[in-house]
């Protein structure tokens, strides 16, 4: 059973920073693409960060965090991270990580394309 537990959600001043940790489990550490969405109240869930196939990392950030967030992973230990930088009050949401085991040739921002969440962890930013 694939399972994700997501930390290092938590208040923060605009401006600061926050990493953000999912430890996998379940499945082999070679497989699926991961990758990072949250999800503001009442709105809808958007991609922020991806990985595509383990044999080509190149990852993919949403317009709003290029520059800000990054995305990166130990595949030995399945845990992926999102170090959030520059944290604006409009990234106040709750954060999830995902992964996907089919069409996974590319890195992809599309929640529907994803079939394991975590929980999610709540991160808050104040202006």
């Known amino acids: 059973q694939v399972q994700f537990l997501e930390s290092g959600g938590g208040s923060v001043q605009a401006g600061g920073s926050l990493r953000l940790t999912c430890v996998g489990s379940?499945?082999?550490?070679?497989?699926?693409?991961v990758a990072w969405f949250r999800q503001p109240a009442g709105k809808a869930r958007e991609g922020v960060a991806a990985?595509?196939?383990?044999?080509?990392?190149?990852?993919d950030y949403a317009d709003s965090v290029k520059g800000r967030f990054t995305i990166s992973q130990d595949s030995a230990k399945k845990t992926v991270y999102l170090q959030m930088n520059s944290l604006k009050p409009e990234d106040t949401a709750m954060y999830y990580c995902?992964?996907?085991?089919?069409?996974?040739?590319?890195?992809?921002?599309?929640?529907?394309?994803?079939?394991?969440w975590g929980q999610g962890t709540h991160v808050t930013v104040s202006s």
């Open positions: 990985f595509g196939p383990p044999d080509d990392m190149t990852p």
């Open positions: 379940g499945y082999t550490r070679r497989e699926g693409c």
């Open positions: 995902a992964i996907r085991f089919s069409g996974c040739y590319s890195a992809s921002l599309t929640p529907a394309r994803y079939t394991h």
